[in-house]
């Protein structure tokens, strides 16, 4: 075997590596990609759950806020109530002089 024939065959040898090695590249760039995307479509999910717990937090306040003044509605109702009788004692004691 000559040197240019060692060449070549040391040429074809190392050209076999370098398309394994390619060949294994791709594939594990192939599985990356895979779990790139995996992650991404975990994310939107865990962004959607988010949005929505958001969403309902802010009706959650909204309705507490609702119970509250509802509660201060009926207080005051209660208040006036009390008002009005002890406007009501005013008068019938002013009356009755």
């Known amino acids: 075997m000559d040197a240019t024939e060692k060449t070549i065959a040391l040429f074809t040898t190392r050209m076999r590596q370098m398309i394994l090695q390619y060949k294994a590249a791709k594939k594990e760039n192939e599985a990356l990609c ?42 005051a109702r209660k208040r006036i109530s009390k008002l009005i009788r002890d406007v009501n004692k005013c008068i019938t004691l002013l009356s009755e002089q």
Do not use: P, S
């Open 34 to 75: 895979d779990t790139l995307a995996a992650r991404d479509a975990r994310i939107r999910e865990l962004e959607a759950q988010l949005e929505q717990a958001r969403h309902d937090f802010e009706c959650l306040k909204l309705a507490r806020m609702i119970e509250v003044g509802d509660a201060d509605i009926e207080n």
